[in-house]
């Protein structure tokens, strides 16, 4: 994450999370991918909110992050909500021990490590990726890397089969008082002088959330199954 985790950054994600269900749409999206009763590993999970809406449909969630604060915050989170079948785990990716029966990334990761992933994967690996290189937050930030696009030509060049489901969801960050958007627009550097975030804010009417920023997202779900690849 661009801006790291800390209170803030976790607390504008649970918020656009919870306002724009995100997640929960993600995850509706994301079943059919998922081997149902089975076990799945998260790479990347940062604060897990898409594992909380999944850890119903599998047996166990292993989180994978290397960030320990976020790793507290979400297995905080999991005691809260009752979720008993995810475990963290606090290590690099790229350094599996292990399989599960789906190996899944959200927006972390590319192809490479896919094909990487997929000894781990008794069934298949699954990776959410963004299907546009443009900034979230303005033209002054950096252009995505690890988009759709660069992954199915990585995966073509390296002859592994794969299946592509297109679709774009609404993201975007609601906030609770000017000074929010104030606070926000500092941390992720959208200064009032390229006026991303200011002209584009809306009110909503809300008294709980009167801002909102909408943020479509366009993504791309990649199922690679291992029974389509030879090792």
Request: aromatic residues 10%; negative net charge.
């Amino acid at each position: 994450m661009r801006a790291g985790w800390n209170e803030n950054t976790l607390r504008w994600m649970y918020d656009a999370s919870t306002y724009t269900g995100f997640h929960r749409n993600l995850a509706a999206l994301l079943r059919p991918h998922v081997h149902s009763g089975g076990t799945l590993c998260d790479l990347g999970c940062g604060p897990g909110f898409i594992d909380f809406e999944l850890a119903g449909d599998v047996s166990h969630i292993t989180c994978i992050d290397q960030n320990e604060p976020v790793l507290a915050f979400l297995k905080n989170r999991a005691a809260a909500l009752g979720h008993s079948n995810l475990t963290t785990v606090c290590r690099d990716a790229n350094v599996l021990c292990g399989e599960w029966d789906t190996i899944m990334s959200n927006f972390y990761g590319n192809a490479l490590q896919a094909c990487a992933w997929l000894p781990h994967a008794r069934d298949r690996v699954v990776l959410v990726l963004a299907d546009s290189a443009s900034p979230s937050f303005g033209d002054s930030h950096p252009r995505k890397h690890n988009t759709l696009v660069r992954a199915v030509g990585a995966l073509e060049q390296a002859n592994i089969r794969f299946h592509v489901q297109r679709t774009t969801l609404e993201y975007g960050q609601p906030f609770a008082s000017m000074q929010d958007v104030d606070t926000f627009a500092r941390v992720y550097g959208t200064s009032a002088e390229d006026c991303f975030l200011y002209t584009n804010i809306q009110e909503t009417g809300r008294t709980d959330f009167p801002f909102y920023l909408p943020q479509p997202k366009p993504l791309g779900i990649v199922t690679i199954l291992r029974s389509e690849n030879s090792l």
